[in-house]
C-alpha cells in the first residue's frame, strides 16, 4: 500500500508539475524525486528499487508525453491501440532514468548518512540527465528545472549551473529536506525514527542547513537578479515573428502553396506597416517548398524583402547535389534574405528528429512516410556559424534543437549575440506539447543570456529575454504577428564559460561523498 501511494504521489506530481491540460504547479514536480527517494529507502532489494522507480516514471512520464501519440495516429494514420503504446514507450525511456535514480537510493542507503546521501543523490540526478541528453541521440524533455519556467525567480540559478546542474540541487534540496524529518529513514525504518541520537540530530541539523542554504541561495540570487534589471549591453532591435497557422494537412499539397505564400507575405505587410522591423522571422518550413529554385514564389518573398528594405528569415526544405551518392541530400533549412532581397547565408538543421525526420536505419517503415515532413528522409547540416547582419549574429535553432543545452552553447561560442528557435508544433494540436515545449526554449535564455525569438507555425510563438521571462508570446492556432524588442548581447553567463566542468565536478562530488568513511547502522 505504501509502494502504491509513493508511485501514485510521484506520477502525480510530475504531470501537475509540468504543463499539461489541466493547471501547472511546478512545486508539485518535486514529488517525483521524493516518491523514488522513499521507494528507494523502502525496498527489499536491488530489482524491486529499480521495477518500483521504473513504473513511478513510467506513469508519470508518459502521462506527460501522452501528446506523442497524436502524429502517429493523426499522420501516421495507425489507430489509437496501437498509436498510444508509441508515447507510453518514450514514457518508458524517460522514467528507465527514475528506475536507476531509485536503485542508486537502495545501494546507498545503509552506506551514507542522509547529508551524503543528498549530496550524492543530487549529483547524481544531473549526471541522469546529462546522460538522458546525449543517449541514443538524446531526449532531454522533462529535465526537472523546466518545470520552474513558469517562475523566473527560481531558474536564474540555470545562468550559474546549467538547467542539469538545477535539477541537481533540487533533488538534493529534496533528499536534505526529507533528511531533515527523518535522518535515520531506511530499510527498517519507513517513517520518523523517534529516538534521537547524537548522530541523527547532527544528521538533521546538517541536512537542515543544507536544505536551507541551497533553496534560499537559489531564491535569493533569482530575485537579486531580476531585481538589477536587464543587461545594458548590446544593441536593441524590433522582430516580428510571423505566425501563418497553415493546417498540417495542408500544408505540403501543391495546390494550397499559393495561399501559404500569400498569407504569409500579407502577415508580413502588416508588420511592416505597423512598426517596422529590424527582423522578420518565419517558422520552420513555413514555405513548403524548395526556396532555392521555385521561380514564382521565391523571386515574391525576395521582392517583398527588397521593397520593404526588410530582412526575412525563411523556414523551408533545401538540397545540394550529391554525385557520390546519385542523387540529392534533403536538408531543413533556415535561410536569411537580407534587406535587397540576396542571401545572406543559410543554417541546416544539425541534430534531427528520429522518425519525424529520418527513420533509424532497419526502422524506415512504411507508416513512417507521412511523418518525414512530406519531403523524405533529411541529412544533418554541417554548417552551424550564426547567420550575420550587421552587428546582429543569429544563432539558429530548428525545432526541437532548443531543447539541447549543448547546441545553445555552441551557438553562443560560435559568436551568436540573440538565440532564433523556428519550429512547428502543428502536429501536436492542443496538447501540453507547445507550453513544454517553449518552457525548455526558456532555460536556453536563462543559461545562455541570451533572447530568444521563438517563430512557430500555430504556436506557441514567443519573445524570451535573458532571465526566462516571457516578454511578448502569442496564442495556439491563430494567424497573426508577435511583435517586439530584442538586444543583441555579447557578455556570456557563468554557465557558458564553465559549462564543461559541470557534469565532472558533479561526477567528482559523487565519488567524495562514496568515498566518506562507511556508515555503520546500530
Known sequence: M????????GAAGLWLGFPNPLAQLPLLALAYPLALLLLGLGASGRWPAFRLGWLTGIVGASACLYWLALPVHEYGQLPWVLAVPCAVAIGAYVGLYGGLFCLLVYLTRDRLGAFRRGLFLGCAWLLLEVLRGVFLTGFPWLALSAAFAPWPVAIQGAALVGAYGLSGLLVAVVCWTMGAIAPECGPRCPGVRRSVSPSSLAQTLACALGASLVAFGLVGHGAYILSRGLPKDGESFRVALVQGNIDQDQKWETAFQRSTVDRYLALSKDAVTAGHPDLIVWPETAMPF??????????????????????????TPGYVNAPVKRGFLLYNRAMLVDENGGDAGHYDKEHLVPFGEYAPPGLDMPFLETLMQGVGDFTPGTAVAPLRLGNLALGILICYETIFPELAQQRVADGASVLV????DAWFGTTSAPEQHLQLSVLRAVEQGRYVLRGTNTGISAIIDPHGRIAERGDLFRAEVIGGMATARTETTVFHRVQHLVWPVALGLAVLALLWPVRRRP
Open 421 to 424: 528557435n523556428i519550429s512547428n
Open 290 to 315: 524548395y526556396f532555392q529554385e521555385h521561380k514564382e514564389f521565391g523571386p515574391a518573398i525576395r521582392a517583398f524583402a527588397a521593397t520593404s528594405r526588410t530582412p526575412v528569415l525563411v523556414g
Open 2 to 9: 505504501r509502494n502504491t501511494l509513493c508511485i501514485l504521489l
